[in-house]
């Protein structure tokens, strides 16, 4: 939407500007109007982003988010759109009619990139995702920003009783009807693109909850940046694979429900992304 507006705008105003200045009086209009339709584009572009962090400015992580933000989460779904567009990223979804229409959720997923997020953003637009995300990632430039506008929870992972009030959070979140929670069980990116061993704690968010588990997967988006890099398109797969009814998590353990979820994730994502040694148990 903000990659076609800015085209659009700059498209008539190129015309605009041709016109006013007499170019289709003769043949100067061949350079005149493609040069002048980039040069447009371009600045508005710069505008866009200047934009960007211009709001991002403007949020102090310090004051405690109590709530989504509808400005922010737009601008956001805004921005996800035009960064995939730009990063020329053929996406082939599955099992997206799966999603939930009504009602908080726990998404979880594999997590081979930085990119997932923007991933997840893409396709739960309408549900007002919040990650639970690594503290370090709060001093990212406009993204930490963004992340504490969309309530997103930073986890320390070296800290068991901070992670446990991260969880907790999260389950507040849901209780409270403010918004979905999404996670990375495995933790940390993968570095060899396998899927590695899950977290359980987290699953503890959508037994406390009482919520269902939506399980996806995603292939290939570790390729998206160095594609973009070479000029090349990169082939992304993401999967919505299953969803866990909350009734089916009730008096189950989250080692449990995680054996489970691993299964169901390696399942579609298929035996090579099974580490050489097992370590889901």
Known sequence: MLLKGITAVSALLSLLLCALTGNFESLRWLWALPLSFVGIHLLLAILAFLFLWLICKMVDLSV?????????RKATDLYVEAALTLLHTKIHTQGLEKIPEGGRFLVVSNHLSFMDPVMLLRYFQSHQLSFISKKENRNMFIIGKIMHKLMCQPID????????????RCIKLLKEDEASVAVFPEGYISKDRKLHHFRSGVFKIATKAQVPIVVCTLKNTHTILPNAKNLKRAEVWFHVVDVIPAEDLKDRTTVDIAEQVYDLMLGDLGPEFAPEQADNT
């Open 64 to 72: 405690p988010q109590e709530h989504d933000s509808p400005f922010y």
């Open 157 to 168: 992972r070296e800290n068991d009783r901070e992670a446990l009030k991260t969880i907790i």
